[in-house]
Nanobody
Framework: QVQLVESGGGLVQAGGSLRLSCAVS????????MGWYRQTPGKERELVAS???????NYADSVKGRFTISRDNAKNTVYLQMNSLKPEDTAVYYC????????????????WGKGTQVTISS
């Protein structure tokens, strides 16, 4: 069974930094794109950053130049380094990964972590 477990959230002051981690465990044949999303109450979940299997990256305009996504394929882990944090970055951050659990799967399956709270105080 595939699990995604996030860590690294917390409370920091504006201008500070946090590093989120998301480790994938369980039955894994291959991992494709991985990403981070965030959601605040009453709003839809939005993409923050994504990274493909060949490490090409994509960022939301609101975080470009401040956040960096990376992955360690040997550890099945994706990271999100968040610098120059702003109060508007406050949200629950979710890890996402497109995974093929075994070679019986023809396409990737979308998996989500349970989320980690990030709170930025002004």
């Amino acid at each position: 069974q595939v699990q995604l477990v996030e860590s690294g959230g917390g409370l920091v002051q504006a201008g500070g930094s946090l590093r989120l981690s998301c480790a994938v465990s369980g039955s894994i044949f291959s991992i494709g794109a991985m990403g981070w999303y965030r959601q605040t109450p009453g709003k839809e979940r939005e993409l923050v950053a994504s990274i493909s299997s060949d490490r090409s990256t994509n960022y939301a305009d609101s975080v470009k130049g401040r956040f960096t996504i990376s992955r360690d394929n040997a550890k099945n882990t994706v990271y999100l380094q968040m610098n120059s944090l702003k109060p508007e970055d406050t949200a629950v951050y979710y890890c996402n990964a497109k995974i093929r659990p075994s070679n019986l799967y023809r396409t990737d399956v979308n998996f989500w972590g349970k989320g980690t709270q990030v709170t930025i105080s002004s």
